[in-house]
């Protein structure tokens, strides 16, 4: 049998690009990207530092993922006044939730991108896994990290190192899920008569009162790094929630994506006469578009629905070039549901280093899934099942 090697890289430029690459196929959040987010992160001092693990057998690099380490607050699902409350109890003494996390997956990300080396059959994947899954361990050991973790798994990811994770004593985190919208659809006017009539006349309504909004699609944002940056951060603190440390981009991620990902980065801007009233970053694939992140100048923003607007011009961006899926990710989901998409379940595997406090953490985690506190998802599960895929 193949023997497998696990290793840790402090920077992911320690692995070559075509091999991490190869094990992650036709991924805009690729080698180049990941390195993007991390030097902007060295460079600002801002936001999460990322390496990486990483498998070799004789043949190569058999397995990759990107790593990161936080100092994560068990409260940090909570939201709105329950998160109040939580600060108000332990904000004097964080230490008494504040865990140290060594975490595969990444805070720009919202999936594990855990990939395997084609040449891998099943059984080779399960192995390398394993020889990962130890790497780990062994990592987690050294640094003194409390929490062995997995950050965002999809479906196909969990299936495959699920059962492993619960032999090793893994337990299960509700993450929040990824929305996404199938895009079978030969134009604009067959994706609209898929939706319901109310949708399809609001939609409509609100794109008749935008006709002052010109959109511009780029991959270059030379002289624009600066405002982009802005709108993005006052839509972060206009949204409510707040998830610390996991959802803060350094300075710079923007230009710095754009330069490493070229044309896979498309920026779509919404310019009102000379304003730039805001911006979508798109991370485009040849079977996927992944509308990562959404920045708007208020209350400009809303006097001309850019958010229907936005919605709309990812729609038939996809449809002119015949990619069936908009990936949109995991705010907004009342808007997205109601536009179409569906829910993609994400989870968080865990463990504890001490027996003890897993089994209590095990028990306790239902009550601290991430989907519970969202506001979005608590008001749709009182009135519905949640669409899931």
């Known amino acids: 049998m193949t023997a497998?090697?696990?290793h840790i890289a402090t920077d992911i430029a320690e692995i070559q690009p075509c091999a991490w690459d190869t094990c992650l196929q036709g991924e805009a959040e690729c080698h180049g990207y990941y390195r993007a987010c991390d030097e902007a992160a060295a460079r600002s001092g801002v936001g999460l530092r990322c390496g990486a693990v990483f498998v070799e057998d004789s043949e190569g690099t058999a397995?990759?993922?990107?790593?990161?380490?936080?100092?994560?607050?068990?409260?940090?699902?909570?939201?709105?006044?329950?998160r109040q409350a939580a600060d108000a109890v332990f904000g004097r003494f964080p230490g008494l939730v504040t865990l140290k996390v060594i975490c595969v997956g990444s805070p720009y990300a919202e999936r594990c991108h855990l990939g395997f080396a084609p040449r891998l059959d099943a059984a080779g994947r399960a192995e390398a896994a394993r020889a990962l899954?130890?790497?780990l361990e062994r990592q987690a050991a050294a640094e003194g990290a409390h929490l062995v973790a997995f950050k965002d798994l999809a479906p196909a990811e969990d299936a495959l190192t699920a059962p492993m994770?619960?032999?090793?004593?893994?337990a299960a985190l509700g993450s929040l899920p990824v929305a996404t919208l199938d895009l079978p659809f030969p134009d604009e006017a067959a994706y609209l008569a898929s939706l319901s009539a109310s949708t399809r006349k609001d939609i409509r309504r609100k794109l008749a009162k935008a006709k002052a909004v010109r959109i511009e699609h780029r991959s270059d944002i030379s002289g624009l790094e600066e405002v982009i940056g802005d709108l993005y951060e006052s839509t972060r603190r206009q949204s409510g929630l707040d998830y610390g440390d996991l959802e803060v981009l350094p300075?710079?991620?923007?230009?710095?994506?754009?330069?490493?990902?070229?044309?896979?980065?498309?920026?779509?801007?919404y310019w009102i006469g000379e304003d730039l009233a805001a911006f979508n970053l798109l991370l485009v694939e040849p079977g996927r578009v992944i509308d990562?992140?959404?920045?708007?100048?208020?209350?400009?923003?809303?006097e001309h629905n850019l958010y229907a607007v936005s919605w709309m011009a990812n729609v038939r961006f996809c449809i002119a070039r015949?990619?069936?899926?908009?990936?949109?990710?995991?705010?907004?989901?009342?808007?997205?549901?109601?536009?179409?998409?569906?829910?993609?379940?994400?989870?968080i595997r865990f463990r504890h280093r001490s027996a003890p406090l897993q089994w209590?953490?095990?028990r306790i985690s239902p009550l601290l899934s991430f989907a519970r506190f969202d506001p979005d998802l608590a008001a749709l599960a009182k009135t519905k099942p949640e669409k899931a895929a």
């Open 63 to 82: 397995a990759v993922a990107p790593l990161f380490r936080l100092d994560y607050r068990l409260d940090t699902p909570l939201q709105g006044r329950l």
């Open 360 to 362: 209590l953490l095990g």
């Open 292 to 302: 990562k992140f959404l920045g708007m100048r208020y209350p400009l923003a809303r």
């Open 133 to 135: 899954l130890g790497s």
């Open 4 to 6: 497998f090697t696990g």
């Open 165 to 170: 994770l619960g032999h090793a004593g893994f």
């Open 251 to 269: 300075p710079g991620y923007f230009p710095a994506v754009a330069r490493a990902l070229g044309e896979r980065a498309v920026f779509a801007l």
């Open 322 to 347: 015949s990619i069936p899926l908009l990936q949109s990710g995991q705010t907004a989901y009342a808007s997205k549901l109601r536009f179409g998409s569906r829910l993609v379940p994400s989870v």
